[in-house]
């Protein structure tokens, strides 16, 4: 028996569109009467469930005689609209066989990452879980775009397990478990278990699943591991027809374990719940000094800026490749650091005054990458 899984007491669950709906678009209601018949049992016995539920352009396409998820967004919008009510209306007719209620909670990439909105998230799903509610969580597909274009609700999985302070993130898709290749090779094993995401540097992880439609697959779902698990959180991913045997305990699926030492959150907030605003360019001196000695950037060792904010946003810190190493708040405008480059906080005070003979960016304000 996993202990992780059997000691959690607030748990996320994060199910994808393949295990609820049909290939050729509609809910599966069998597989929504299964899912929440486990769910249902773990909050009868005092556990804490937050569902995370992909699905809502997929439940839309058969009602829209849409044969396959569609590639524009205006569509894809179009056939959200019309499946989460669907969606959220079997969860609702589901889960009250079982004398529960659930409350759809709709987010946005803002509502993860602008702090004041963060804020109003935590205090929206903890009422819910007060009022012995199940929060069905879901992105607002209608009216987001880089969700649909870029992304799947795996990472918003991750960032609603810190953001409730859950002990336990389950993913649940198609397949069954972490392989080392394609699961349908035979020479392809089960990853049972992973202790750091470094161990998977030499696998071969998939993307888009079978079904075509869904938006995630492996990578997701692997990134997704990494964030809850820097953050103390324990991942089990499985198949969503295994999640019983998954949240008993039982040894299916692959278990990430949380790493031991967890960030503050605000600086997890930082690395994981921000979109950097622009891009600051450094000299290897300046590359070594932040990461290798985690100090603080001077305006000496930036060669260039890239985007448009303001003294307090998020930026990365890049090294001569151009591969973001750092990402920190910024404590200059955009427009003012060009004629700052290159000199020393020294020089910079002496010809400007005392209040330029700062850090661009203070070590306490910077996640390494």
């Given at each position: 028996?996993?202990?992780?899984?059997?000691a959690?007491?607030?748990?996320?669950?994060?199910?994808?569109?393949?295990?609820l709906?049909?290939?050729?678009?509609?809910?599966?209601?069998?597989?929504?009467?299964?899912?929440?018949?486990?769910?249902?049992?773990?909050?009868?016995?005092?556990?804490?469930?937050?569902?995370?539920?992909?699905?809502?352009i997929?439940?839309g396409?058969?009602p829209?005689?849409?044969?396959?998820?569609?590639?524009?967004?205006?569509?894809?919008?179009?056939?959200a609209?019309?499946g989460?009510?669907?969606?959220?209306?079997?969860?609702?007719?589901?889960?009250?066989?079982?004398r529960?209620?659930v409350?759809?909670?709709?987010?946005?990439?803002?509502?993860?990452?602008?702090?004041?909105?963060?804020?109003?998230a935590?205090?929206?799903?903890?009422?819910?879980?007060?009022?012995?509610?199940?929060p069905?969580?879901?992105e607002?597909?209608?009216?987001a775009?880089?969700?649909?274009?870029?992304?799947?609700?795996?990472?918003?999985?991750?960032?609603?397990?810190?953001?409730?302070?859950?002990?336990?993130?389950v993913?649940?898709?198609?397949?069954?478990?972490?392989?080392?290749?394609?699961?349908?090779?035979?020479?392809?094993?089960?990853?049972e278990?992973?202790?750091?995401?470094d161990?998977?540097?030499?696998?071969?992880?998939?993307?888009?699943g079978?079904?075509?439609?869904g938006?995630?697959?492996?990578?997701?779902?692997?990134?997704?591991?990494?964030?809850?698990?820097?953050?103390g959180?324990?991942?089990?991913?499985?198949?969503?027809?295994?999640?019983?045997?998954?949240?008993?305990?039982?040894?299916v699926?692959?278990?990430?374990?949380?790493?031991?030492?967890r960030?503050?959150?605000?600086l997890?907030?930082?690395?994981?719940a921000?979109?950097?605003?622009?891009?600051?360019?450094?000299?290897?001196?300046?590359?070594q000094?932040?990461?290798?000695r985690r100090?603080?950037?001077?305006?000496?060792?930036?060669?260039?800026v890239?985007?448009?904010?303001?003294?307090?946003?998020?930026?990365?810190?890049?090294?001569?490749?151009?591969?973001?190493?750092?990402?920190?708040?910024?404590?200059?405008?955009?427009?003012?650091?060009?004629?700052?480059?290159?000199?020393?906080?020294?020089?910079?005070?002496?010809?400007?005054?005392?209040?330029?003979?700062?850090?661009?960016?203070?070590?306490?304000?910077?996640?390494?990458?």
């Amino acid at each position: 028996m996993r202990e992780a899984v059997t000691a959690a007491r607030r748990i996320v669950v994060k199910v994808g569109s393949s295990s609820l709906t049909t290939a050729s678009g509609g809910l599966d209601t069998d597989r929504v009467d299964a899912l929440t018949d486990v769910l249902a049992a773990l909050a009868n016995d005092g556990r804490e469930i937050v569902l995370v539920s992909s699905g809502a352009i997929a439940a839309g396409l058969a009602p829209l005689g849409l044969p396959r998820r569609p590639g524009d967004l205006a569509t894809q919008q179009a056939a959200a609209s019309v499946g989460q009510g669907l969606l959220i209306g079997q969860y609702a007719t589901s889960f009250a066989r079982h004398r529960r209620t659930v409350g759809q909670v709709l987010l946005t990439v803002d509502d993860v990452t602008r702090r004041v909105h963060y804020r109003n998230a935590y205090r929206t799903l903890r009422k819910l879980l007060d009022l012995r509610a199940v929060p069905i969580v879901n992105e607002n597909d209608t009216v987001a775009t880089d969700e649909i274009r870029f992304g799947d609700n795996d990472r918003l999985a991750a960032l609603v397990a810190a953001l409730v302070q859950a002990d336990l993130l389950v993913l649940l898709s198609d397949v069954d478990a972490l392989y080392t290749g394609d699961p349908a090779r035979p020479e392809s094993r089960r990853i049972e278990e992973v202790h750091s995401t470094d161990e998977l540097a030499e696998v071969a992880i998939g993307r888009a699943g079978r079904s075509g439609v869904g938006t995630g697959g492996m990578v997701t779902k692997v990134e997704a591991a990494r964030i809850a698990t820097g953050f103390g959180i324990p991942v089990v991913l499985t198949a969503a027809p295994l999640a019983a045997q998954a949240l008993a305990g039982d040894p299916v699926g692959t278990l990430f374990h949380r790493a031991v030492h967890r960030p503050t959150a605000r600086l997890f907030w930082l690395a994981h719940a921000t979109s950097p605003r622009g891009r600051l360019h450094l000299d290897p001196g300046a590359v070594q000094a932040v990461v290798g000695r985690r100090k603080s950037l001077l305006p000496a060792g930036i060669t260039a800026v890239d985007g448009t904010f303001t003294a307090g946003d998020p930026v990365d810190l890049v090294d001569t490749m151009g591969t973001p190493v750092a990402r920190g708040l910024v404590n200059y405008d955009a427009v003012e650091l060009p004629g700052l480059l290159g000199r020393s906080t020294v020089d910079l005070a002496a010809a400007l005054g005392p209040a330029y003979e700062r850090e661009v960016v203070h070590r306490d304000d910077l996640v390494l990458l």
